[in-house]
Antibody, heavy 121, light 107 residues
Framework: QITLKESGPTLVKPTQTLTLTCTFS??????????VGWIRQPPGKALEWLAL???????HNNPSLRNRLTITKDTSKNQVVLTITNMDPVDTATYYC?????????????WGQGTLVTVSS | DIQMTQSPSSVSASVGDRVTITCRAT??????LAWYQQKPGKAPELLMY???SLQSGVPARFSGGGSGTDFTLTISSLQPEDFATYYC?????????FGGGTKVEIK
């Protein structure tokens, strides 16, 4: 069974850096073709893809966040870490991590339960 | 960036109704399209991928179609558990993008 779970602070102040960890089980990020991504959803709004990292350490970030994103993996711990610098109240959202459904295709299944991050002073 | 536009943004329907949601891309994405279902307070779940392939475990009343720029998700006979918000996502190129969502509500 594949599971993913997000963890990190629930409240951050404006200008701070957010660090979120996705801890997963049931698969390995050292297996060819595997990838894990981050997606967020502001309250009552649509989904926004943030970043994706593959088994070979290749990665993609959403350029709309203007170089604020870093995604890394720790294969030995079965974790993927997302950092977002210079947080702003508009970054308040539920943050999800999800695995790519299969090799070579960038759609997500399954997803973690999500973690709500509020940005406020 | 490829923009994804869903319509309608919301639809009211009754149990047993046929419901069709459309998703339009601003450029040709072939069949690199997925559909997700999201229930309140829950994470999205993959329904359909490659535009028309049903994810394992998803009921056959769901079907998808289209290619290029225009896509549809159809629920042939709406069931109580289908009331949710549906999102399309293009996987043709980065940045990956989602549609704005379609909320299927009880009439």
């Amino acid at each position: 069974q594949i599971t993913l779970k997000e963890s990190g602070p629930t409240l951050v102040k404006p200008t701070q850096t957010l660090t979120l960890t996705c801890t997963f089980s049931g698969f390995s990020l050292s297996t060819s073709g595997v990838g894990v991504g981050w997606i967020r959803q502001p309250p009552g709004k649509a989904l926004e893809w943030l970043a994706l990292i593959y088994w070979n350490n290749a990665n993609h970030n959403n350029p709309s966040l203007r170089n604020r994103l870093t995604i890394t993996k720790d294969t030995s711990k079965n974790q993927v870490v997302l950092t977002i610098t210079n947080m702003d109240p508009v970054d308040t959202a539920t943050y999800y991590c999800a695995r790519l459904r299969s090799s070579g295709v960038n759609w997500f299944d399954p997803w973690g339960q999500g973690t709500l991050v509020t940005v406020s002073s | 960036d490829i923009q994804m536009t869903q319509s309608p943004s919301s639809v009211s329907a009754s149990v047993g109704d046929r419901v069709t949601i459309t998703c339009r891309a601003t450029q040709d994405i072939s069949t690199w399209l997925a559909w997700y279902q999201q229930k309140p307070g829950k994470a999205p779940e993959l329904l359909m991928y490659a535009a028309s392939s049903l994810q394992s475990g998803v009921p056959a009343r769901f079907s998808g179609g289209g290619s290029g720029t225009d896509f549809t998700l159809t629920i042939s006979s709406l069931q109580p558990e289908d009331f949710a918000t549906y999102y399309c996502q293009q996987a043709n190129s980065f940045p990956l993008t989602f549609g704005g969502g379609t909320k299927v509500e009880i009439k």
